[in-house]
C-alpha cells in the first residue's frame, strides 16, 4: 500500500512570491493535515482538512491556507513568502472510525526554500 | 496552553543498551500520545502510540509508559542497534476532534557500534 505522498520534493522560492505545495494522502484516508518543520522549531501544527473542509488551524497568518479535493489530496498554498517560512512541510493523513481519527502518517515532505 | 516537553535533546548509547526517552505534557485533556522515528531526509515515522486509557504498551524492543496523574510518558528502547540512530519526537493529541498533535522538540539518539 502506497504511503502519504507529497510533491515537489524541493521547492525554491524567492521573497513575495507564492508557493504551492501538494499532498496526496492514503488510500481510504479522509483527513490531511499540514506541519511545518523549521530548523530549531521542532514540527508546528497549520492545518486539518477532512472531507473538503478546514477542520482547524494552528498558530498561523492568514497567507498560510489550502484546500482539500473530492479525492481527499490537497494543497496547501503560502502567499506573500518571507525568509522565516523556510521549512520542510510535512504532510499527514489519517483514517476515521466511528467517533475516533486514527494514528497520523507522514509523508517525506517538502522542503521549501525562501531566498 | 498546550505544550510539551521532551528530555534529554541527546542521547548517545552504546549499542546493545537501553535508551530512555521522557516528555511531559501541560494540558490534562490530552489523550493521546504517539512516538515518532525520524531519519534523515525523512518524514516521520510513527512508531508507538499510547492512549489514556493505557498505562503501558509494547511492541518488540519499543515500549512506551504513560503516567496520567504526573502528566508525563516515556519512550524505551531495549537492546538498541545502529539502525535505532534518528531522531525521536513524542507528540500529545487533546481530543479526536482538533487533529493537532502538538510536539516534543526531538531527541537525537545515536547508537555507537
Known amino acids: 500500500e502506497a504511503g502519504v505522498t507529497q510533491s515537489p520534493t524541493h521547492l525554491i522560492k524567492t521573497r513575495g512570491q507564492q508557493a504551492t505545495l501538494r499532498c496526496s494522502p492514503i488510500?481510504?484516508?479522509?483527513?490531511v493535515y499540514w506541519y511545518q518543520q523549521a530548523l530549531g522549531l521542532g514540527l508546528q501544527f497549520l492545518l486539518w482538512?477532512?472531507?473538503?473542509?478546514?477542520?482547524n488551524r494552528g498558530n498561523f497568518p492568514p497567507r498560510f491556507s489550502g484546500r482539500q479535493f473530492p479525492n481527499y489530496s490537497s494543497e496547501l498554498n503560502v502567499n506573500a513568502l518571507e525568509l522565516e517560512d523556510s521549512a520542510l512541510y510535512l504532510c499527514?493523513?489519517?483514517?476515521?472510525?466511528?467517533?475516533?481519527?486514527?494514528?497520523?502518517?507522514f509523508g517525506p515532505g517538502t522542503r521549501l526554500t525562501v531566498l | 496552553g498546550e505544550n510539551v516537553e521532551q528530555h534529554p535533546s541527546t542521547l548517545s548509547v552504546q549499542e546493545g543498551d537501553s535508551a530512555v526517552i521522557k516528555c511531559t505534557y501541560s494540558d490534562s485533556a490530552s489523550n493521546y500520545f504517539p512516538w515518532y522515528k525520524q531519519e534523515l531526509g525523512k518524514g516521520p515515522q510513527l512508531i508507538i502510540d499510547?492512549?489514556?486509557?493505557?498505562g503501558e504498551k509494547k511492541d518488540q524492543r519499543i515500549a512506551v509508559t504513560l503516567n496520567k496523574t504526573a502528566k508525563h510518558f516515556s519512550l524505551h528502547i531495549t537492546e538498541t542497534q545502529p539502525e535505532d540512530s534518528a531522531v525521536y519526537f513524542c507528540a500529545a493529541s487533546l481530543s479526536s476532534n482538533t487533529g493537532k498533535l502538538i510536539f516534543g522538540q526531538g531527541t537525537t539518539l545515536q547508537v555507537k557500534p
Open positions: 482538512y477532512d472531507e473538503g473542509e478546514e477542520r
Open positions: 499510547i492512549r489514556s486509557n493505557v
Open positions: 488510500s481510504g484516508h479522509t483527513s
Open positions: 499527514a493523513s489519517s483514517s476515521y472510525i466511528g467517533a475516533a481519527y486514527n494514528e497520523q502518517f
